[in-house]
């Protein structure tokens, strides 16, 4: 075992070996969604309709790839209900 010369810790460089970060990959920005639509300025009335779990699920589903609120999607269904009913 030879003895080496004294040398302070901080002439050491302790990150010598240690590999340097890859640069980071940079995406492509995915495409901005379309915004929802302006809400109607109209009056609105409370309902006391209570749908299931499995109906509610199907709303959100179909207000999010539409892009529209649940609101608007019952609004239009039952328009067209109504409508058939004359």
Do not use: C
């Amino acid at each position: 075992m030879s003895k080496q010369p004294y040398r302070p810790l901080s002439s050491i460089d302790i990150l010598a070996d240690v590999p340097k970060p890859a640069a980071p990959e940079v995406a492509a920005p995915a495409p901005e969604p379309k915004p929802a639509a302006p809400r109607p300025k109209e009056g609105r009335r409370q309902s006391g309709y209570r749908y299931t779990v499995e109906t509610h699920e199907a709303l959100r589903l179909a207000a999010f790839q539409q892009r529209r609120t649940i609101q608007d999607i019952i609004d239009e269904a039952v328009l067209l209900w109504l409508a058939n009913k004359k």
